[in-house]
């Protein structure tokens, strides 16, 4: 099977800081990486994506990171706003694209 | 914006009666994915399906779990019978395999 877990329980950053949430992937065939953002009684929201032929991709404040060789990838958020506290999903595909998540990352903005 | 409908929303229902949760995919996403999530074990996949065809079934408890697509705009999860312990939040998703796949809200069942 697939094992996609987050190194941070929870990551407390002061508005207007970057954040850096990471997460490590079990699946050495996995191809293709999504971030997730999850507000309260709302479901996964898509973020960014990256296939496994790039090692970076940057959408707007956020950047991806990805490195195959230690099985590693990670979110940055510039300037991290009040509106991004949420839980944070890495999320990798293996096995005919079948989709295993992390098991979360809070984040918490301070004002 | 295109969005995934799921319904119901909520459900409270006794143990040992019948569940069905219901999933409007995006039209013109072929795959589509059935969740679960709890506080203890996170996204969990149910199932999934790819222009209808179920690929992947395996996350599902198949004595009490099933689910279906009868059309293109329909997919289906059902538990009969269903146990407190199948309380949690029940997420569909649909997409096409480029840029993510888009979640519905759920519906967060509860079995007493």
């Known amino acids: 099977g697939e094992s996609v877990g987050l190194h941070l329980p929870t990551l407390s950053v002061q508005e207007g800081d970057n954040s850096i949430i990471n997460c490590a992937y079990s699946?050495?065939?996995?191809?293709?990486f999504i971030w997730y953002k999850q507000e309260s009684g709302k479901g996964p929201q898509f973020i960014i994506d990256?296939?496994?032929?790039?090692d970076k991709r940057q959408g707007q404040r956020v950047t991806v990171l990805l490195n195959k060789t230690v099985k590693h990838l990670s979110l940055q958020i510039a300037a991290t706003q009040p509106g991004d506290s949420a839980v944070y999903f890495c999320?990798?595909?293996?096995?005919?694209?079948?989709?295993?998540f992390g098991k979360g990352n809070q984040v918490v903005v301070i004002p | 914006d295109a969005r995934v409908t799921q319904t119901p929303r909520h459900k409270v229902t006794e143990m040992g009666q019948e569940v069905t949760m219901r999933c409007q995919p995006i039209?013109?996403?072929?795959?589509v994915f059935w969740y679960r999530q709890t506080m203890m074990q996170g996204l969990e996949l149910l199932a999934y399906?790819?222009?209808?065809?179920?690929?992947?079934d395996s996350g599902m408890p198949k004595d009490r779990f099933s689910a279906e697509m009868p059309d293109a705009t329909l997919a289906t999860l059902k538990i009969q019978p269903s146990e407190p312990r199948d309380s949690a939040v029940y997420f569909c998703?649909?997409?096409?395999?480029?840029?993510?796949?888009?979640f519905g809200s759920g519906t967060r069942l509860t079995v007493v």
């Open positions: 039209l013109g996403h072929n795959t």
């Open positions: 999320a990798a595909t293996y096995g005919n694209n079948r989709l295993a």
């Open positions: 990256i296939r496994s032929n790039m």
């Open positions: 399906f790819r222009n209808r065809a179920p690929l992947d």
């Open positions: 699946n050495s065939a996995s191809d293709y």
């Open positions: 998703a649909s997409g096409t395999g480029v840029g993510g796949y888009t």
